[in-house]
């Protein structure tokens, strides 16, 4: 083989090598990215996710020890029912982002929780008609234990998901 064939094959195979390792290197950096994306969607739907059982419990607490006893309960209950509804609402917006980066189970299980959150809400605003005199919500109490053990399994999926998924 001449000098000239061997360095024009030398410069094509060397000009592949670096086309090759640049492309390599962008796919390398794009998996990077949408990797970090999904890291970043699933911790704000986490923390968001994780304030909210809280909450629910101290509602929960709060009317049973004040609303008998509250000058204006039905203005602090609807206070209290609105930031659930403005918490979960945020959750949404956190949740689309995760339903979008993440496998189709953990859109599930995101759908699950949204249900049950729903269902929690339910059980607190009759909660509070109990308080209020409404005996025929006396049943409740078993209600709110089966909503929250079902919760308890459903964030432990997700939290399962997310971390197995980042």
């Not at 064939?5 to 000009?15: H, I, N, P, S, T």
């Not at 809400?121 to 234990?145: F, K, N, P």
Request: aromatic share 8%; charged share 30%; with cysteine.
């Amino acid at each position: 083989m001449d000098q000239g064939l061997a360095a024009v094959l030398g410069a094509v195979v060397g000009a592949l090598a670096t086309g090759s390792a640049a492309a390599l290197a962008s796919v390398s950096a794009e998996r990077v990215q949408k990797k970090q994306a999904r890291r970043e969607a699933y911790r704000a739907f986490l923390e968001e996710m994780r304030s909210l059982p809280p909450y629910f419990g101290r509602l929960s607490t709060w009317m049973a020890q004040n609303v008998s006893r509250s000058a204006n309960p039905i203005d602090e209950a609807n206070e209290k029912f609105a930031e659930i509804d403005r918490r979960i609402e945020s959750l949404g917006r956190f949740a689309v982002a995760v339903e979008l980066e993440g496998p189709f189970k953990l859109s599930s299980q995101v759908a699950e929780l949204f249900d049950l959150f729903e269902r929690e809400t339910g059980y607190l605003r009759r909660m509070y008609a109990y308080h209020r005199g409404d005996r025929a919500s006396e049943h409740l109490a078993v209600v709110r234990i089966e909503i929250e053990n079902e919760l308890t399994e459903c964030i432990r999926q997700i939290r399962y998901l997310t971390e197995s998924n980042v």
